[in-house]
T-cell receptor, first 111, second 115 residues
Framework: QKEVEQNSGPLSVPEGAIASLNCTYS??????FFWYRQYSGKSPELIMF????GDKEDGRFTAQLNKASQYVSLLIRDSQPSDSATYLC???????????FGKGTHLIIQP | DVKVTQSSRYLVKRTGEKVFLECVQD?????MFWYRQDPGLGLRLIYF???????EKGDIPEGYSVSREKKERFSLILESASTNQTSMYLC??????????????FGSGTRLTVV
């Protein structure tokens, strides 16, 4: 079974700084990676997905993938208090089996 | 603009009851999933389905069953509810196969308490 590891945090970042969230995965054959944001008491919402090595940018968010190191990261620039949430990393399980999720990193943006 | 709808936001059931959790999606997605989410354990896959009348066990299927009679509807059934099934239940749907799965859309969740 594919495993996805994240530091549970909390990760505390001052407002306006860059928040860096990290994720490692066990299956070297994994191809597709997702980042979800989950506010307390709410369901997860998709922020980014990345399939290729390198960086992918979308607004204030950048996903980085390094398949050789089996490492995925999410950078949030100009962090805002509204970015305070739990961020879940997910990897495709294979076939139509869906996603395996990490346990999430709790991010706190301090005003 | 609701795309994945779970029938109940909160449920309280008694031990031993048969419980039905309903999920409907309007995006014509092939794949549907049921997860439970518990503090410290994260999201764990219970069952999934990639087609009508098809079902596959996830990582923790014990004590649960599912039904998918129509493409848009995927039901989770707790045959005899127990207190260790108290949890947040999340339904999700997706399209795509193989490694090209275009992420999930989640429902708003059902917080089930079994007393």
């Amino acid at each position: 079974q594919k495993e996805v590891e994240q530091n549970s945090g909390p990760l505390s970042v001052p407002e306006g700084a860059i928040a860096s969230l990290n994720c490692t995965y066990s299956d070297r054959g994994s191809q597709s990676f997702f980042w979800y944001r989950q506010y307390s008491g709410k369901s997860p919402e998709l922020i980014m997905f990345i399939y290729s090595n390198g960086d992918k940018e979308d607004g204030r968010f950048t996903a980085q993938l390094n398949k050789a190191s089996q490492y995925v990261s999410l950078l949030i620039r100009d962090s805002q208090p509204s970015d305070s949430a739990t961020y879940l990393c997910a990897v495709v399980r294979g076939g139509a089996d869906g996603l395996t999720f990490g346990k999430g990193t709790h991010l706190i943006i301090q005003p | 603009d609701v795309k994945v709808t779970q029938s109940s936001r909160y449920l309280v059931k008694r031990t031993g009851e048969k419980v039905f959790l309903e999920c409907v999606q309007d995006m014509d997605h092939e794949n549907m999933f049921w997860y439970r989410q518990d503090p410290g354990l994260g999201l764990r896959l219970i069952y999934f389905s990639y087609d009508v009348k098809m079902k596959e066990k996830g990582d923790i299927p014990e004590g649960y069953s599912v039904s998918r009679e129509k493409k848009e509807r995927f039901s989770l059934i707790l045959e005899s509810a127990s207190t260790n099934q108290t949890s947040m239940y999340l339904c999700a749907s997706s399209t795509g196969t193989g490694e090209v799965i275009y992420g999930y859309t989640f429902g708003s969740g059902t917080r089930l308490t079994v007393v």
